[in-house]
């Protein structure tokens, strides 16, 4: 049995601020591991959303009354907050996006479209989500340029010899993944964002995983671009931001157009645009939702990043070795550096089956492709299981679903 107690982290106390592990599911206590799509919420982040509905609720940066006023304040409160975070040196280097999927699609089509041209490669890995393929795999199609893939090993570890001999002087952008949501793969982002700049390549990467559980710094990674989700991070979903080194950021074109993005508007000279962040955020933007985004983020920051991912890896370590007993499954995904995630397939049991019967003991694990299909076909898998932790998680739900899935695999047998 792994011990726990040696850790700083009352998971007690942690589950008491989620009013939703209170309920059951199919007559049973939740147990939920399915946070690599979406974590739950604390009672301080939905609280966020009722205090700026009852309180404040007012369209931002435009208003000169009191309502407009304080809720801009809040919204830029969380910009800080999200910087912070991310240890970027400005809060204009961070722009507020629906999501990790929109942060990834805004570099695409305002750097991407303005500096990719036919002869330039993007190099993005085998591992990486398709939110960081298909928005290149479009714009390559328009632009001409090349798709480059850093290829994974058996293990689920990129090939770190194969990256060094992919960059070359035509690649121009390195589009990778921090932690790999399929398999929980930890990439050496640091390392691989020093040899793409020895090669005069921009380096965005992909945090949806990461936020959770690694404490980002994108200054110390180096990074050029870095994204991540709300929703990932014990936030709401709809909201997300992307980080940016400010130089580029000011040199990049908008990619939508509208209100609060521009500077003057006219029919007969050109239209001018407004200073970062704000020529990114085109419209009215997740107001209540990036201000619950921060109000997440301080609550991680209450608990400590660092026991939280300390809880999760030794959670990792007993899920581990308790379904090494299990006959016929095997671990997908077995990199030396791992966040959070458990991946595995089953002889003689197919994953949604499993899925589906698994819920009928109150667990909530998710099955398929995970938006993973390039890195499932090079491990030769169509779909895994894939149990995700996160802080409010124990070790005695982990032995509810070790017992629940070794009974879903007698009945599929
Ligand atoms: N990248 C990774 C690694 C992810 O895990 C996810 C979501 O699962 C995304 C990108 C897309 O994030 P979102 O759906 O929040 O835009």
Same mark, same amino acid.
């Given at each position: 049995?792994?011990?726990?107690?040696?850790?700083?982290?009352?998971?007690?106390?942690?589950?008491?601020?989620?009013p939703?592990?209170?309920?059951?599911?199919?007559?049973?206590?939740?147990?939920?591991?399915?946070?690599?799509?979406?974590?739950?919420t604390p009672q301080s982040v939905i609280d966020a959303f009722d205090h700026y509905y009852r309180r404040m609720n007012?369209?931002?940066?435009?208003?000169?009354?009191?309502?407009?006023?304080?809720?801009?304040?809040a919204?830029?409160?969380?910009?800080?907050?999200?910087?912070?975070?991310?240890?970027?040196?400005?809060?204009?280097?961070?722009?507020?996006?629906?999501?990790?999927?929109?942060?990834?699609?805004?570099?695409?089509?305002?750097? @991407?479209?303005?500096?990719?041209?036919?002869?330039?490669?993007?190099?993005?890995?085998?591992?990486?989500?398709?939110?960081?393929?298909?928005?290149?795999?479009?714009?390559?199609?328009?632009? @001409?340029?090349?798709?480059?893939?850093?290829?994974?090993?058996?293990?689920?570890?990129?090939?770190?010899?194969?990256?060094?001999?992919?960059?070359?002087?035509?690649?121009?952008?390195?589009?990778?993944?921090?932690?790999?949501?399929?398999?929980?793969?930890?990439?050496?982002?640091?390392?691989?964002?020093?040899?793409?700049?020895?090669?005069?390549?921009?380096?965005?990467? !992909?945090?949806?995983?990461?936020?959770?559980?690694?404490?980002?710094?994108?200054?110390?990674?180096?990074?050029?671009?870095?994204?991540?989700?709300?929703?990932?991070?014990?936030?709401p979903?709809?909201?997300?931001?992307?980080? @940016?080194?400010?130089?580029?950021?000011?040199?990049?074109?908008?990619?939508?157009?509208?209100?609060?993005?521009?500077?003057?508007?006219?029919?007969?000279?050109?239209?001018?645009?407004?200073?970062?962040?704000?020529?990114?955020?085109?419209?009215?933007?997740?107001i209540a939702e990036?201000v619950a985004?921060?109000r997440?983020?301080?609550?991680?920051?209450?608990?400590?990043?660092?026991?939280?991912?300390?809880?999760?890896?030794?959670?990792?370590?007993?899920?581990?070795?308790?379904?090494?007993?299990?006959?016929?499954?095997?671990?997908?995904?077995?990199?030396?550096?791992?966040?959070?995630?458990?991946?595995?397939?089953?002889?003689?049991?197919?994953?949604?089956?499993?899925?589906?019967?698994?819920?009928?003991?109150?667990?909530?694990?998710?099955?398929?492709?995970?938006?993973?299909?390039?890195?499932?076909?090079?491990?030769?898998?169509?779909?895994?299981?894939?149990?995700?932790?996160?802080?409010?998680?124990?070790?005695?739900?982990?032995?509810?679903?070790? !017992?629940?899935?070794?009974?879903?695999?007698?009945?599929?047998?």
């Amino acid at each position: 049995m792994t011990n726990f107690s040696d850790l700083l982290l009352d998971v007690a106390r942690v589950r008491k601020d989620f009013p939703i592990l209170e309920r059951e599911v199919h007559g049973k206590p939740l147990v939920y591991f399915d946070n690599a799509a979406t974590c739950q919420t604390p009672q301080s982040v939905i609280d966020a959303f009722d205090h700026y509905y009852r309180r404040m609720n007012a369209n931002i940066h435009r208003g000169l009354h009191s309502l407009a006023d304080e809720a801009t304040a809040a919204f830029e409160n969380a910009r800080e907050t999200v910087r912070a975070f991310i240890n970027a040196a400005e809060s204009r280097e961070v722009i507020f996006t629906r999501g990790t999927t929109e942060a990834l699609n805004l570099v695409a089509q305002s750097w @991407g479209r303005a500096n990719l041209g036919a002869g330039d490669e993007v190099l993005v890995s085998q591992m990486e989500h398709h939110s960081n393929i298909v928005p290149w795999q479009l714009l390559a199609q328009e632009r @001409g340029f090349t798709i480059k893939v850093i290829p994974v090993d058996e293990r689920g570890v990129l090939d770190l010899h194969a990256y060094h001999d992919l960059l070359n002087e035509r690649t121009r952008l390195v589009a990778v993944n921090h932690v790999s949501n399929a398999l929980g793969t930890i990439n050496p982002v640091k390392e691989m964002t020093a040899t793409a700049h020895e090669h005069g390549a921009l380096v965005l990467i !992909d945090g949806a995983q990461a936020a959770p559980h690694i404490a980002i710094d994108v200054q110390g990674i180096g990074a050029d671009f870095y994204a991540l989700s709300a929703h990932k991070v014990y936030g709401p979903t709809g909201a997300g931001a992307l980080y @940016g080194r400010a130089e580029l950021l000011e040199a990049m074109p908008p990619w939508q157009g509208g209100g609060e993005m521009i500077a003057t508007v006219s029919f007969d000279v050109p239209t001018t645009f407004a200073d970062i962040p704000h020529k990114f955020e085109a419209g009215t933007p997740a107001i209540a939702e990036v201000v619950a985004f921060g109000r997440a983020i301080e609550w991680v920051n209450s608990i400590g990043l660092e026991h939280i991912a300390a809880w999760e890896n030794r959670l990792l370590k007993h899920a581990s070795e308790a379904v090494s007993g299990i006959d016929g499954l095997r671990i997908i995904g077995t990199a030396p550096e791992k966040a959070a995630v458990l991946s595995f397939v089953v002889d003689g049991a197919h994953s949604q089956d499993i899925g589906l019967l698994i819920d009928q003991f109150g667990v909530a694990i998710r099955t398929g492709h995970h938006c993973a299909q390039p890195l499932l076909s090079r491990l030769g898998v169509d779909a895994t299981c894939r149990a995700s932790f996160a802080a409010y998680n124990t070790p005695e739900e982990v032995d509810v679903f070790v !017992d629940g899935l070794q009974h879903v695999i007698n009945m599929l047998r």
